[in-house]
């Protein structure tokens, strides 16, 4: 049994690091003569997976293990007076590492347009380096607007990341391509509202609604849009109504899955669907 989050060094090249991809796509590639069954924590990691397999003459057994949620409360720890100053303008969020598809360039470049047209509410990343970041941290460090409208903290403990998420106008999940999506279940259990590039894997977590967004221009429309209070307030109750499986629901859909399928297969193609 392989359990699997993503496949995107092999369907994003690009925004991975050479030789690392390589070598990941070729473990990925010699699993399929020996792996009995796949897990994959979306359904977009499941089409990946089988796409890639059947280009190599594989069809394996694979079905969807979402992963689960358990919002538990987080302490109020100590949070930056830097971060504190912030989170009293309610400003935009992103949450995730440093890394080329994310989506930070797009996000920048679209707040500085606004900033530039008079808009006024921040935008604050919480993330720490990843891999290939160097072009992004250059647009960060050298943007007019960091410290005034843009910030970023990069070594924040969860009770600072907690805060931020509680007092934040909305997250902003601009990522071009995701294996699952953590920040949109958080942000959700926050009481916090999405606006979302359209990617699968968002419309798997989130549902359907009219808070997503594709390029440049429906960025600057979506982030106009919530600045109406009726709208953000739509936008809010829509999300709340998603119900996510906590992980002791999805471990033990899983185990009874395997006892009833020890040579898997019998294993259905999602263990647990998550209600809205």
Avoid at 114 to 130: N, Q, S, T
Wanted: with cysteine; proline share 6%; glycine share 8%.
């Amino acid at each position: 049994m392989f359990l699997v989050h993503d496949i995107l060094p092999v369907t994003m090249p690009a925004h991975y690091v050479y030789p690392w991809r390589q070598e990941f796509e070729a473990r990925l590639s010699a699993s399929l003569d020996v792996v009995s069954h796949y897990y994959c924590i979306s359904g977009e990691t499941l089409r990946s997976l089988k796409a890639h397999a059947a280009w190599q003459g594989h069809s394996p057994r694979a079905s969807i293990a979402y992963n689960g949620f358990d919002p538990e409360p987080t302490a109020h720890g100590e949070v930056p007076a830097a971060l504190d100053a912030v989170l009293a303008e309610a400003p935009w969020l992103m949450v995730g590492t440093l890394e080329p598809k994310k989506g930070h360039e797009d996000a920048i470049a679209v707040f500085s347009h606004l900033w530039g047209a008079g808009y006024a509410r921040p935008l604050v990343l919480i993330g720490r380096r990843g891999w290939m970041s160097e072009p992004i941290r250059d647009i960060i460090q050298t943007s007019p607007w960091l410290g005034t409208r843009l910030f970023w903290f990069d070594g924040l403990d969860d009770g600072a990341v907690a805060a931020a998420y509680r007092k934040a106008h909305a997250l902003l999940f601009a990522s071009e391509a995701e294996g699952f999506g953590l920040p949109l279940l958080e942000a959700v259990s926050h009481g916090v509202p999405v606006v979302t590039r359209d990617i699968a894997v968002a419309r798997e977590v989130l549902g359907e609604g009219d808070f997503y967004f594709a390029g440049r221009a429906g960025l600057i429309a979506a982030l106009t849009a919530l600045e109406a209070p009726i709208r953000r307030a739509a936008v809010r109750e829509r999300q709340a109504r998603m119900v996510w499986w906590d992980w002791a629901s999805v471990a033990e859909a899983v185990v009874t899955d395997l006892m009833r399928a020890p040579d898997a297969r019998g294993v259905g193609e999602v263990v647990l669907d998550p209600s809205r």
